[in-house]
């Protein structure tokens, strides 16, 4: 949720001119080469990449329809439907499972009200647990919030995400809607033990959970290079 | 052995190594600027000489796979280097501390390889999810080649390499060698059978080296420093420092770099110890392909030979510490899913089987299974084990097969008392 955060638009259709472009930027690797680097900015751009995308790949490229569509389908990263506007990960890997992850899961369901790899229907967050680890075991149990990590996510870490997120999303709406009105939490459900759900009660946990990026600059600050020096000299 | 320095992730002691000036004021690019002094066959004896062992998974070793290479005038085809940054195995995370904290030696690295094997070309094959990571690749060779260390003519040397970052979409199975080739292809990564290897047909049909990154960031001190050098750490057959990468219940989880030959006991103390103070139950020695060790078997000396003769493997080097509060059951569990969400579905057995292994033990676990199911689970593990297309089949085997061999009872009291005693997480 830094600036550097990638919110994905929240678009239907893909333009195809902008599918061209992309493509254009790879003419001068062979085609078969080219073809995930085309995928991967259609799908940053757009969220997904569609039937209508794969023909003009397809023609743009020179390859067959049906082989683009079957790369297309084989990996996980690129989406055949458009997802939420943010993307909520949590890993279940099995780093993570062993400091415990099936309570986070539980937290991010009672409270986004959505499953494992759904969308809010509002199409703001679509939430999707892994049992493939995301590689960063040192910080487990990790959480991947709009491509930020969050380490050593805790109960009440999450909770706090999933505040900052409904801080974002849904104060703005809020002013709009009378005060006290049931469109005020329509969607995202407060923390348990945040009390009364009242607008003010939100906007005032300012105090988010911070990524690790930030994490990982405090700690250099703090006690030079890294979290844990490795250097092996207890022996 | 006191203050050992590491020598592959260097920015545990040096901060900022991921800035070229830093790296080259700390005897940075020197590996490549010794390296072009010599033939293209004197460094990859060296390499030999060193007993280098490949840190992606196989442990074979690095110089005699170079030298499966067919000679360039009876097959005169481009060769390109393939270089395997995909790491997912999960508890493994040290190639991404190396690329994001370290690239220029990885690159160096790379550029040594290339040297020596008479390649122009290099793939960096970087996980889809490690967006930030192929970032920092791709500014670290910017950087390089401002320097003149990457491009046509390096260090007027005569001879050029260029280096492409190829990122990967999500798929474990792309680690696999082949898989990864098909990827590169922009196909399905379907694994390919073998022969021919990718030595001799590899990317787009050529004579192809495939490496870890990890592994090739050695190459850059051996080459300077010499063989016996590096031969001095580790053990007679794991020759070398080695890096772990350790979580679960421990203390200080993290990236280790040590002089290797550690045994699972020094590397906990090293890690600050069992998480809470608790007791050891259980540890993995290289990620979930690995069999689960009991902790008895904690006095292991973790290198190549001495973890596959307890009956599991050094793999990737990702240790896994369990504490008693671990359910053996969950833990096999999770890893099942891990492998029927990444089984490519080529081969029937994988493709099946560990679908059939998430649902036995997911009625286990919650408290449905019967008697017969802890046998039955055996029985598919062991079916899929060596009849698998592809390694990722048989690595879906040993924590489940090494589960019941150590903790039956575990298994039996999820039958008996009908549900999980473990029941916290
Ligand atoms: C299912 C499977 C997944 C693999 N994943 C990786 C990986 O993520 N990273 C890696 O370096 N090697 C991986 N390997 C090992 C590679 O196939 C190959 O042995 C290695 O990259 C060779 O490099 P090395 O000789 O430097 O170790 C995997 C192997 C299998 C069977
Ligand atoms: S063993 Fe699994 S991953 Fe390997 S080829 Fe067969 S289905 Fe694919
Ligand atoms: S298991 Fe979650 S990051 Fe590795």
């Known amino acids: 949720m830094s ?56 023609h743009q490229l020179n390859l067959s329809p049906t ?79 709009d491509g930020e990590f969050y380490g050593f996510v805790d109960e009440a870490r999450m909770n706090q995400l999933i505040d900052e997120l409904n801080r974002q999303e849904y104060d703005a709406a809020d002013q709009l809607a009378a005060p006290g009105s049931d469109a005020q939490y329509a969607l995202v459900a407060p923390a348990p033990n945040s009390g009364d759900a009242s607008t003010a009660n939100v906007a005032q946990i300012s105090e988010r959970a911070p990524s690790l990026t930030e994490y990982e600059a405090e700690q250099t ?15 | 052995m006191q203050g050992y320095q590491p020598t592959v992730l260097r920015n545990k002691a040096i901060s900022g190594i991921s800035a070229i000036d830093t790296y080259i004021a700390n005897g940075g690019y020197e590996g490549l600027k010794a390296a072009l002094t010599m033939t293209p066959e004197e460094v990859g004896k060296v390499v030999s000489d060193s007993g280098l062992r490949g ?5 074979f070793p690095t110089g005699r796979k170079w030298s499966f290479l067919p000679p360039q005038n009876t097959n005169p085809r481009p060769r390109y280097l393939c270089v395997n940054a995909d790491e997912s195995e999960p508890g493994t995370f040290h190639d991404r501390e190396l690329i994001e ?95 021919p290897f990718p030595a001799v047909s590899g990317l787009y049909a050529s004579p192809t080296v495939i490496n870890n990154i990890g592994t090739l960031a050695h190459v850059p001190p051996i080459v300077r420093h010499g063989a016996d050098w590096f031969k001095q750490f580790g053990t007679a057959k794991t020759p070398g420092p080695m890096i772990y990468s350790i979580s679960g219940h421990i203390e200080r989880p993290g990236n280790y770099e040590t002089p290797g030959g550690y045994t699972m006991n020094q590397l906990i103390a090293l890690a600050g110890g069992v998480r809470g103070g608790r007791k050891l139950k259980a540890f993995i020695p290289g990620g979930s392909s690995a069999a689960i060790l009991p ?14 003769a307890a009956g599991s493997m050094l793999g990737s080097s990702a240790v896994i510490v369990m504490d008693e509060t671990t359910c053996m059951v969950g833990a096999a569990l999770r890893m099942s899913e891990f492998y029927r969400e990444e089984s490519c579905g080529k081969c029937t057995p994988c493709r099946e089987g560990t679908y059939w292994l998430v649902q036995i033990l997911e009625r286990l676990e919650h408290g449905e299974g019967r008697m017969e199911d802890i046998d039955l689970v055996a029985s598919v593990a ?34 008996t008392q009908h549900g999980c005693p473990f029941r916290q997480h």
């Open chain 1, 67 to 145: 082989q683009v569509y079957s790369s297309l389908t084989f990996y996980w990263i690129y989406k055949w439907r458009p997802g939420g506007k943010h993307r909520l990960f949590l890993c279940e890997g099995s780093g993570c499972y062993t400091t415990g992850t099936t309570r986070l899961r539980r937290v991010v369901e009672e409270r986004l009200g959505i499953g494992a790899g759904e969308t809010t229907f509002d199409g703001k967050i679509t939430f999707q647990p892994f049992s493939t680890c995301m590689g960063a075991c040192e910080w487990s149990p990790l959480v991947e919030l």
């Open chain 2, 295 to 308: 902790a008895d078997q904690a006095d292991l000396v973790m290198d190549f030979d001495s973890c596959t």
């Open chain 2, 55 to 59: 840190r992606g998974g196989a442990g």
């Open chain 2, 101 to 195: 904290q370290n690239p220029h030696q990885a690159i160096e690295g790379i550029l040594i390889t290339c040297y020596a094997t008479n390649i122009a070309r290099a793939f960096i094959y970087i996980r889809g999810e490690m967006k930030r990571g192929a970032v920092m690749l791709e500014q670290a060779i910017a950087e390089a080649r401002a320097h003149g260390f990457i491009g046509d003519n390096i260090l007027g040397s005569g001879y050029g390499v260029e280096i492409v970052v190829h990122r990967g979409a999500g798929a474990y199975i792309c680690g696999e060698e082949s898989a990864l080739l098909e990827s590169l292809e922009g196909k399905r990564g379907y694994p390919r059978l073998r022969p």
């Open chain 1, 3 to 58: 600036d550097q955060a990638h919110h994905y638009a929240v678009a239907r259709e893909i333009d195809l001119s902008r599918v061209r472009e992309i493509c254009d930027q790879y003419r001068n690797i062979s085609p078969e080469e080219a073809l995930m680097p085309v995928f991967q900015g259609i799908q940053e751009e757009y969220g997904f990449v569609n039937e209508a995308a794969c023909y003009e790949v397809a």
């Open chain 2, 382 to 415: 062991t079916n899929i084990a060596g009849k698998s297309f592809c390694l990722l089949g048989d690595s879906a085997a040993p924590c489940i097969v090494s589960g019941i061999k150590h903790w039956r009872a575990e298994y039996e009291a999820h039958v």
């Open chain 1, 221 to 235: 600050a703090q006690s030079g290079p890294q979290p844990n020096s490795g250097n092996a000299d207890t022996r």
